[in-house]
């Protein structure tokens, strides 16, 4: 007999509504198919540094920054363990700094995830500029997530998930 395809499964969180989804999705997936999941954070300290280096930023401006992106993270992942304990569900969460979508790939490769769960857009809604330009980084990121990792990647679009998170 062959063991379960999906084992472990790391869910990437950014504090978008999207990546919530995704984790919502992750937490309904594991109470169904017992995998264990982790959560991930990661804090963009590459692009801290290049703004930085760029004097877009003082030295100072980008230290403070970067704590309240730490405080941000720790603060999506207590609340995404929050949703988890709602199902009975056992989560890991971890927060990291670096470039996102290569700190990501090392946090699954290190927990040896079988698949990565991302947040994805839904076709057709409308968007402001400033969340259309979010959702281009979201997008390139996710874009070097897909095509670097060396396990499965889904991007999730489920609508209505947050009633369906309910319901379980």
């Not at 040896?112 to 991302?118: H, M, W």
Request: hydrophobic share 40%; net charge positive; with cysteine.
């Amino acid at each position: 007999m062959i063991k379960p395809l999906i084992q472990k499964v790391v869910v990437a969180v950014n504090g978008s509504e999207q990546s919530i989804h995704a984790a919502m999705y992750g937490i309904m997936l594991a109470k169904q198919y017992k995998f264990e999941l982790k959560a991930v954070y990661v804090v963009d300290s590459a692009t801290l540094k290049q703004l930085e280096l760029s004097k877009f930023f003082l030295a100072e401006e980008a230290e403070r920054y970067a704590k309240n992106l730490n405080s941000d993270g720790e603060r999506y992942l207590k609340y995404v363990a929050e949703l988890a304990k709602q199902k009975d569900v056992k989560i890991e969460t971890e927060l990291r700094s670096g470039a996102i979508w290569s700190e990501l790939i090392k946090s699954a490769e290190d927990y040896k995830a079988d698949l990565i769960l991302l947040g994805g857009k839904e076709h057709g809604s409308n968007a402001s500029m400033n969340s259309v330009l979010r959702h281009d980084k979201i997008s390139a990121t996710n874009s070097e997530i897909i095509g670097s990792s060396n396990c499965n990647v889904l991007v999730v679009r489920k609508p209505e998930i947050e009633k369906l998170f309910k319901l379980a």
